[in-house]
């Protein structure tokens, strides 16, 4: 075996380590975008159960209901009460508990 193949052999080998260290990153790649994403969707789903609870608390509940059962009620027979909501505009918007949730 003459010195040329011997360097052309080590050449090969050589070759060989780096295509399977390539090899070997793109899948590291590949599993670290999998794992990225699965937390993104964790903390999609955290942040929806959040929402959900703060909207299932005793307060939001009972504000649903106002809403549905006396607010047109008390808007149409109370003309102090229909000034005093809109006069308040969009500070009710402002000020709500959901802005946590977006």
Do not use: H
């Amino acid at each position: 075996m003459t010195w040329e193949a011997v360097s052309a052999l080590g050449t090969l080998v050589s070759s060989l380590a780096v295509l399977a260290a390539v090899l070997i990153a793109v899948r590291q790649v590949r599993v670290g975008a999998d794992q990225v994403d699965a937390l993104r969707r964790a903390t999609q789903l955290d942040g929806a159960m959040k929402c959900f609870a703060m909207m299932t608390t005793p307060e939001q509940i009972a504000g649903r209901r106002f809403m549905v059962d006396e607010l047109e009620r008390r808007f149409r027979e109370n003309d102090a009460y229909r000034e005093e909501l809109l006069g308040l505009g969009g500070a009710i918007i402002r000020t709500s508990r959901f802005r946590s949730c977006g």
